[in-house]
């Protein structure tokens, strides 16, 4: 007997839409059989999906969990764990999420997803991957002679900063010489390389002129982390990764300038992977005047109209290829405890309605196919992070991870509505779909706003990535 069957919903798999019933044994699909053709194979639960579109659990490739926030680095406070993040998560319809393992001085590569890996453990309602990370100048070769093995037990991604972010937070800017190093060693192995483009030389000369001018308040974050030094730091990278052939991971993409580097690389076919942010594809700079504004802020920064509407552009046209949050969850008295460019707090409240912006925005509002919309909240993750089709799928021998979610609605979002923090920078925002029912693995996680899992049950997963995805622009 089947454990589980969702009946009557409207299906996006990689086929296309369809109206199916989705039967699943063991946390794996097992079939998918015609709507209202013939009786239905017995299954211990049925879902009655009617009316509702079934998507592909959410992948959000790019969270923080358990950070010691820079600006607070005093006081030891950090943003939330993956308890609480992956409980917004899975109540907003993403089941999987990738966090960052950081490497530190002295140990083996090995032990820092170890050690990250125990935050997680027992704590996560979704499953979850790290990206390993060297927030470092230098990577030692001997650390970098351990990326195969790491890579071979199943952590197929890595990141690395080209910027320290600002003057006054801790360093975490590898010299470009390392990260050649390293991106030799990823591409050898078979792994991502995401990166945090940001020119480090024009960031850091932009906040000597604007601290000497005093324009220092949150409005002037653009003019610190400009479209210009987005430019530099993407072409510089992609040259580099086309000198190794190397697949690469652009994440938090917010600048036009910083979407044609990428259109570029990709119509030299380099495999070469963009990511936006809901935020930056919402909201300008000139959110950050607004009371309260560095609510909206992540780094780099809000940039022009322009900008914003080029990153709606470049999802149409599958030039940039993800929609993560960049998720810093905290509450709203430490979001908004710095109020400058220079001790502002990056990231924020925003994985619980990452899908329910994604589907207004990119399907109401513009009118994207479904299978578009399944591409960047979930399917393209799964690609280009070596989840797929594990992952990503609504196929036969995925895992049975699905969100179900109403359409046709006028959701007006508050934060009293969502599960990871006490503020949300969506508040007021009208949702046109909200998630009612999320599946991980066969498993009914959330049904009508409600968690019915009894403990976290999260694994971490084993990423590998294709070859298809490592050598050229496959999604
Ligand atoms: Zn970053
Ligand atoms: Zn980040």
């Given at each position: 007997m089947l454990d589980l069957i969702v009946r009557n919903g409207t299906v996006v798999t990689p086929a296309g839409v369809e109206h199916v019933d989705i039967a699943v044994a063991d946390g794996i699909i097992v079939g998918l059989f015609q709507s209202g053709h013939g009786e239905p194979p017995e299954a211990a639960r049925t879902v009655d999906a009617a009316g509702l579109l079934v998507v592909p659990g959410g992948i959000d490739p790019h969270v923080h969990t358990n950070s010691v926030l820079p600006t607070a680095a005093e006081s030891g406070i950090k943003c939330f764990g993956p308890d609480r993040v992956s409980e917004g998560a899975v109540h907003g319809g993403t089941t999987t999420l990738i966090d960052f393992a950081h490497w530190k001085p002295g140990e083996e590569l090995w032990q820092s997803f170890e050690r990250k890996g125990k935050e997680w453990s027992g704590s996560s309602y979704t499953d979850y991957a790290l990206h390993g990370t060297f927030a470092q100048p230098e990577i030692p070769f001997e650390v970098l002679d351990q990326v195969p093995e790491v890579v071979a037990a199943g952590h197929g991604s890595f990141k690395v900063w080209m910027t320290n972010t600002t003057p006054t937070r801790p360093k975490q800017k590898t010299d470009v010489g390392h990260i050649w190093a390293l991106m030799e060693k990823t591409a050898e192995a078979g792994a991502m390389l995401c990166v945090h483009g940001e020119d480090d030389d024009i960031v850091m000369y932009a906040y000597k002129r604007l601290q000497r001018e005093q324009k220092t308040a949150v409005p002037y974050m653009p003019d610190a982390h400009n479209a210009l030094s987005e430019q530099l730091s993407f072409q510089r990278v992609i040259t580099l990764a086309r000198h190794v052939g190397a697949p690469i991971y652009l994440m938090h993409v917010s600048a036009a300038e910083g979407i044609e580097a990428i259109r570029e690389a990709r119509g030299r076919e380099q495999p070469v992977y963009g990511e936006v942010l809901p935020h930056y594809a919402y909201y300008t700079a000139e959110d950050y005047k607004r009371e309260n504004g560095v609510i909206y802020h992540t780094y780099p920064s809000l940039k022009s109209a322009a900008d914003r509407d080029a990153m709606w552009h470049s999802l149409v046209a599958g030039t940039l290829s993800t929609l993560a949050t960049d998720g810093v969850c905290t509450d709203l008295d430490v979001k908004t405890r710095g109020q400058t460019i220079l001790d502002a707090t990056g990231g924020h409240a925003g994985v619980e309605v990452r899908m329910a912006v994604a589907y207004t925005e990119a399907v109401v509002r513009r009118g994207l196919p479904l299978n578009r919309f399944v591409d960047f909240t979930s399917a393209n993750a799964a690609k280009i992070m070596g989840l797929y089709p594990h992952k990503g799928a609504i196929a036969v021998?995925?895992?049975?991870d699905f969100a179900l979610m109403e359409t046709g609605l006028e959701w007006k979002i508050t934060a009293a509505d969502l599960h990871e923090a006490d503020y949300t920078p969506w508040d007021g925002y009208e949702a046109a779909a909200r998630n009612r029912l999320t599946v991980l693995r066969g498993q009914i996680l959330v049904e009508n706003g409600a968690l019915?899992?009894?403990?976290?049950g999260g694994r971490l997963l084993k990423q590998s990535l294709s070859s298809d995805v490592a050598s050229r622009p496959a999604c």
């Open positions: 021998g995925s895992d049975a019915r899992s009894p403990s976290p």
